[in-house]
Nanobody, 127 residues
Framework: QVQLVESGGGLVQAGGSLRLSCAAS????????MGWFRQLPGKEREFVAA????????YYADSVKGRFFISRNNAKNTVYLEMNSLKPEDTAAYVC????????????????????WGQGTQVTVSS
């Protein structure tokens, strides 16, 4: 069983930056990918970014590519999401997740590929 706790959300003006953190604890395996999704009202979870277990590969949604950057520190079981040039449309609850199912080429895009989820941290971007 893995528990995930996000932090770092808040209220920022458009063009500003935030850095989110997600710490994993519990009965984790050595090799797992981590990702970020965002939850919008009345919508399915939207993929934001993902990173493989050793940080060798990163993946981004087109909507955030070039603005958001994902990284991880395995010694701390923590994944980060640096968000820059924030836009009002980035407003959402950002949720981190752990995946042990990375066998398909596009595994990172699907919420079904992730096995554990955090509770989310709210990011609100004002215009």
């Amino acid at each position: 069983q893995v528990q995930l706790v996000e932090s770092g959300g808040g209220l920022v003006q458009a063009g500003g930056s935030l850095r989110l953190s997600c710490a994993a604890s519990g009965r984790t395996f050595s090799h797992y990918a981590m990702g970020w999704f965002r939850q919008l009202p009345g919508k399915e979870r939207e993929f934001v970014a993902a990173i493989t277990w050793n940080g060798g590969n990163t993946y981004y949604a087109d909507s955030v590519k070039g603005r958001f950057f994902i990284s991880r520190n395995n010694a701390k079981n923590t994944v980060y999401l640096e968000m820059n040039s924030l836009k009002p449309e980035d407003t959402a609850a950002y949720v981190c997740a752990v995946s042990y199912s990375t066998y398909s080429d596009d595994w990172y895009k699907s919420a079904d590929s992730y096995d554990y989820w955090g509770q989310g941290t709210q990011v609100t971007v004002s215009s």
